[in-house]
């Protein structure tokens, strides 16, 4: 199914950020501990898009966006290393939003989701020592 709103775009990103923390919250408690900073980034960016979505609803009504494909951006829960579990979600997660940023008329919403993808980018590379 085909995204083609502002609004729908925003909840399927915050949508996807909380799928992903509740995937890394249900890891042991090991692991969480070990993927804080993942954990706290999803956390600061459900509430940063929750907070662009209050703040843009007149916009959100009237603002139509170029269709994106949810499917290519959804993840699923696998066995395996946790850290490699974490980067591939954020990998989806910062893919989404740059693809958000690119589809939106909105300048500051896009420069807000891009700063997302870009805190999404630089955890990633620090975890997989790039």
Do not use: H
């Amino acid at each position: 199914m085909g995204l083609s709103t502002f609004s729908s775009l925003l909840n399927f990103a915050i949508e996807n950020e909380k799928k992903g923390l509740n995937i890394l919250n249900k890891l042991p408690s090991a692991d969480r501990e070990k993927l804080k900073e993942f954990i706290e980034e999803s956390e600061k960016s459900i509430a940063k898009l929750e907070t662009i979505l209050r703040e843009n609803v007149t916009e959100m009504v009237m603002e139509p966006c170029e269709p994106v494909e949810e499917n290519d951006y959804a993840f699923e829960e696998t066995m395996g290393d946790s850290t490699l579990l974490a980067i591939r979600i954020k990998e989806k997660q910062r893919d989404f939003l740059l693809e958000l940023a690119r589809v939106i008329n909105l300048k500051e919403v896009k420069r807000a989701v891009e700063k997302l993808a870009s805190n999404k980018n630089k955890l990633i590379e620090k975890y997989k020592g790039v």
